[in-house]
């Protein structure tokens, strides 16, 4: 059974401080992604990874940075966390090389900064 | 600016009739169409996708329409089960091999018994 897990399903954190969310896959995807979901707003790409170390920005990079250095492993990293940080955090993992392979997503992280 | 629209923020149909869940996108370069389903508290999980080569793709009770003439697709579930009740993203794929989607906003669907 495939999965993608999250490090934390809900986290409270202060304006400021460094944040850090991980995500695990156990299905040797090439790929991996962060989203966030807001209401309204459906699913935003924050950042994906084709490969390990490397990445590319999403829609939304602002704010946001990332590392993977290993294939299995994908982190989501909020320098300074602020308010309008505040989401519901979504990973996913797909195998490489056609835009058809479907996304596997984690359960999701909601993070709230106050 | 949306590229992929989901207009409708809800929708709610009896236990048994058909639902109709309704995606426009506006880049013509969109070759590759998904539908993803989402409960609460849990990831997307993926439905039924579509080929721009094709104009229908059927999987048990779900059926995915394209036309690409008016840059429009839908997804129609016979019949709707309670179970059915989660929003739904529309997402496509741009052409060139890119693996990135662009997701709409979602319609949450639901179905009462």
């Known amino acids: 059974d495939v999965k993608v897990t999250q490090s934390s399903r809900y986290l409270v954190k202060r304006t400021g401080e460094k944040v850090f969310l991980e995500c695990v896959q156990d299905m040797d995807h090439e790929n991996m992604f962060w989203y966030r979901q807001d209401p309204g707003l459906g699913l935003r790409l924050i950042y994906f990874?084709?490969?390990?170390?490397?990445?590319e920005k999403g829609d939304i990079p602002e704010g946001y940075s990332v590392s993977r250095e290993k294939k299995e492993r994908f982190s989501l990293i909020l320098e300074s966390a602020s308010t309008n940080q505040t989401s519901m955090y979504l990973c996913?993992?797909?195998?490489?090389?056609?835009?058809?392979?479907?996304?596997?997503f984690g359960p999701g992280t909601r993070l709230t900064v106050t | 600016d949306q590229q992929v629209k989901q207009n409708s923020p809800s929708l709610s149909v009896q236990e048994g009739r058909i639902s109709i869940l309704n995606c426009d996108y506006t880049n013509s370069m969109f070759d590759y169409f998904l539908w993803y389903k989402k409960y609460p508290a849990e990831g997307p999980t993926f439905l039924i996708s579509i080929s721009s080569i094709k104009d229908k793709n059927e999987d048990g009770r779900f059926t995915v329409f394209l036309n690409k003439s008016a840059k429009h697709l839908s997804l129609h579930i016979v019949p709707s089960q309670p179970g059915d009740s989660a929003v739904y993203f529309c997402?496509?794929?741009?052409?060139?091999?890119?693996?990135?989607?662009?997701f709409g906003k979602g319609t949450k669907l639901t179905v009462n018994p």
């Open positions: 997402a496509a794929s741009p052409q060139g091999g890119s693996e990135k989607l662009v």
């Open positions: 990874s084709y490969d390990v170390k490397m990445k």
């Open positions: 996913a993992s797909s195998r490489g090389g056609r835009a058809e392979y479907e996304q596997y």
